[in-house]
C-alpha cells in the first residue's frame, strides 16, 4: 500500500505523485550507494530552472519549451526539498550504468514564436537548469548570449540543444557527473528568413551523448566530489585568519570587561562593607551608587508576560541553533542530502517547543504572574505569528509567479499539523510544567512598596545608546562569519567550515553575556533600578545591526534582483533578525540576572 507524501510536488497535467514512507518524507535519501550493475538504466530526474543571480526564484523545468514525456511522473520529495523549491520530474534521457551513447536524439520540436521568445527571455536572464542523477546535481545553463561591438551592435542569443553527460563511477555506485557543451554550437534562436522553419516557426533536434570515466574517489567520499566542482562560483574559503582576529578581539574585551568589573565591584563591595561595619544608622545618608537602590533592584518589571515569552522562545531558539550546528558537526548534513536542514530545522522547532512554555511559564509564576494561560498562548505565538505573516506574503509573490519555491498545499498543511499536533500541545505541556515546578523568585533583597525616585540620567545612559554599545559588539564579532553565511543561504555555496561556527556562536553568546553585565552595571550605578527591559533590549539589538547588513548585502555583495527574490530575502532576513534579538536577548537577561544577584548577595544589609 502506498502512502501519499504530504511533501510531494505539484503535479503536471494532473499526474499523481507517492511518496516512499513517512520517513524519507521528512528526511529524504541517505546517501547509501544504489549498487547498480552493468546495463541498468539511471534515472536522470530534471528539477528545477531559474535566474542565476537569484538563488531562491525557481520555476520546474517543464514550464519552459523543451522535451518532455506524455505523462509526467514525479519522483516522491522529502519536505526538506519540497521547502527547497525541489521539483524532480522523470525525463526523456536513456541512462544505462557504464554504457556510452554518443548522438541520441532526444526529441524534435517545433517552435511557435511565442515559444522562441520565451527560451530568450530565459537565456537573456542567464537561466540555469538543474538535473539530479542518484542524488547527484547536475548543472547547466539554458543557452548562450553574446553582446558584441558597438556600432554596429550585435546581440546574439543561442539554445543549446546538445548536452554531453559526462558521469564519474565507482564501482557499483554514481559518484559524480556534469555536463559539458565546449564542442557544440547553439542553435540561434531567430525566427526570420534565415530560420530553420516556416512560416514563422522553429524547428529544433534535442540530442544527448553519455560518457562513463573510472573514479578513485569511494561511494563515502562522493561529496568531495561536488564540494569542489565550480559551476557556481567559489567564494568561501577557509577564512582562519579572519576568526583568529575575531577570537583575539574578543578575548581582549571579554577580559576588559571582567577585569574593569572585579576592580570596581572589589572598591564597591570594600566601601560598603566599611560602611555596614561602621555601624551607619542610615544606609542611604551620604550613600551612591547601586546599593542605594538594593530595595527597588528586584521589583518586577511591567508588561511580565510578553518579557516571559521573550526568554521562553529565546531559550528554545538557543537549543534549536546548538542542536543544528551539533547535528552538522556530526556529518548529517551533506550536499547529498538535498534540503536535510531544512526538514531538521522544522523538527527540532516542534520539539523544543516544550522548552519556551517551561521557561517562560516558570519564570512567569515566579515573579507573581497570574494569566499563565494567555502566556502560553502568547509564548507559543510570538514567532510563529510573525513567521506566518511573512510566509504568507512570499508565498503568494511565488505562487502569482509560478515559483517552485510557493509550498503546495499538500505541504502547508503538513507543517500546519505540525504545529497544531505538536509545536502547540508541547508548548501548553512545558508551560503546565512550568507552572508546577516553579518555585519563589530568588532575591537577596526585601524590595518596598514604594520605588525609588530615579534620578535624571546623563545622555550617554539612555536605552539607545545602550542598545548601540550592546548590538554593535556582538554583531562585530559574527561579521566576518555572517557573511559566509549569506553565502550559503542566499548563495550557491556549500558551507562546511562547522567547527568555525560553533566557535563564533560560543563567541557571540558569551560577548552577549559580558557587555549585557557591564551595561547592567552602568545603568545601577546611575541608581537607576529598571534593567530587566534594558538588559534584553541593549544586547537583543543586535538584529537591528544584522538586518542592516542584509540590506547591505544585498545591495553590494549580490547580483540578486525582480520582486521574488527581493520580498523573500527581506522578509525572511527580518525573520533572522527577530530570531537573533530573542535568542541573544534571553541569553543577556539571565547573565544580567545573574550578576545582580551576585552583587546583592554578596554585600552585609539586613
Known sequence: RTLRCAASGRSVKGDRVYSRSLLSCLTGPLGWASGFKQGDPVTLYVNKVGPYHNPQETYHYYTLPVCRPEQVRHKALSL?????????????????????????????????????????????????????????????????????????????????????????????????????????????????????????????????SVRWFESPLPHSRRAERLRDYSFFPKTLEIHWLSIINSLVLVVLLLGFVIIILMRVLKNDFARYNVEEDGMCDDLDQGDNGWKIIHTDVFRFPPFKSLLCAVLGVGAQFLTLATGIIIMAL?????????????????????????????????????????????????????????????????????????????????????????????????????????????????????????????????????????????????????????????????????????????????????????????????????????????????????????????????RNRSSMSGPVQSVEFFGYSLLTALVFSLMLGSVSFWASLTFIRYIYRSLKMD
Open 80 to 208: 526538506g526539498e519540497v521547502l527547497d523549491g525541489d521539483r524532480m520530474a522523470e525525463s526523456l534521457y536513456k541512462i544505462r550504468f557504464k554504457e556510452h551513447a554518443e548522438r541520441q536524439t532526444l526529441c524534435q520540436m517545433t517552435l511557435s514564436e511565442k515559444e522562441v521568445e520565451q527560451l530568450r527571455e530565459a537565456i537573456e536572464e542567464l537561466y540555469y537548469f538543474e538535473f539530479v542523477l542518484d542524488d547527484v546535481p547536475i548543472w547547466g545553463f539554458v543557452g548562450y548570449m553574446e553582446e558584441s561591438g558597438f556600432l554596429p551592435h550585435s546581440h546574439k542569443v543561442g539554445l543549446w540543444t546538445h548536452l554531453d553527460f559526462n558521469i564519474e563511477y565507482n564501482g557499483d555506485s554514481v559518484i559524480f557527473a556534469n555536463v559539458s557543451v565546449k564542442d557544440v554550437k547553439p542553435v540561434p534562436l531567430d525566427i526570420g528568413p534565415g530560420a530553420a522553419g516556416t512560416g514563422g516557426v522553429l524547428i529544433i533536434t534535442h540530442s544527448y
Open 330 to 554: 556530526l556529518g548529517m548534513f551533506n550536499v547529498h542530502r538535498h534540503g536535510a536542514i531544512n526538514s531538521a530545522a522544522i523538527v527540532l522547532y516542534a520539539l523544543t517547543s516544550c522548552v519556551s512554555g517551561y521557561c517562560s511559564c516558570s519564570f512567569y509564576t515566579q515573579i507573581h504572574g497570574e494569566r499563565w494561560v494567555w502566556n502560553i498562548i502568547l509564548t507559543s505565538s510570538l514567532f510563529s505569528a510573525p513567521l506566518f505573516l511573512t510566509w504568507s506574503v512570499v508565498n503568494s509573490v511565488h505562487w502569482w509567479s509560478g515559483s517552485t519555491q510557493a509550498l503546495p498545499a499538500s505541504t502547508v498543511l503538513l507543517l500546519l499539523g505540525a504545529w497544531v499536533l505538536v509545536g502547540f500541545p508541547l508548548t501548553v505541556i512545558g508551560g503546565i510544567v512550568g507552572k508546577n515546578r516553579a518555585g519563589s523568585f530568588q532575591a537577596p533583597c526585601r524590595t518596598r512598596n514604594i520605588p525609588r525616585q530615579i534620578p535624571q540620567q546623563p545622555w550617554y545612559k539612555h536605552t539607545a545608546v545602550h542598545m548601540a554599545i550592546g548590538g554593535f559588539l556582538p554583531f562585530s564579532a559574527i561579521s566576518v562569519e555572517l557573511y559566509y553565511i549569506f553565502a550559503t543561504v542566499w548563495g550557491r555555496e556549500h558551507y562546511t567550515l562547522y567547527g568555525i561556527l560553533l566557535c563564533v556562536f560560543a563567541i557571540l553568546l558569551s560577548v552577549g553575556a559580558c557587555i549585557s553585565v557591564a551595561l547592567s552595571y552602568f545603568l545601577l550605578s546611575g541608581e537607576d533600578y529598571r534593567w530587566w527591559w534594558r538588559s534584553v533590549l541593549s544586547t537583543g539589538s543586535t538584529g537591528i545591526f544584522i538586518f542592516v547588513y542584509s540590506v547591505f548585502y544585498y
